[in-house]
């Protein structure tokens, strides 16, 4: 059991690389799952964890995004439910503290 877990959390980190290097992050990476820091690499200004849990507890994912910032570097969540694959990989929920996201918006305005 606990060996699917963690290859359904292997493949959902390579496929969030994949997704990113398809829209514009060339150098987007999945880590190695026994080395630290961010899940995703590659996404100047954000540290990315990344989870394929039943059960989506984002404070804690969050709480573990943040202390894999490095420099100036907003932490982001994204969480892959049970039941979405691959074909709904566009439907996977992206988490952030409300402060990040307004600064996020704020910058696009």
Known sequence: MASSRVARGRQTQRL???????????NAKSTEAFLPGADITGIDGYSIEVKATSKGDLLAALRQAQANTI????????WRPNGYGETRQHEWVVAMTL???TRLIERNQ
Do not use: M, N
Request: net charge negative.
């Open 99 to 101: 402060k990040d996201f």
């Open 71 to 78: 420099e100036c570097q907003t932490p982001v969540v994204i």
């Open 16 to 26: 969030i690389a994949e997704w990113f290097r398809a829209h514009g992050w060339p």
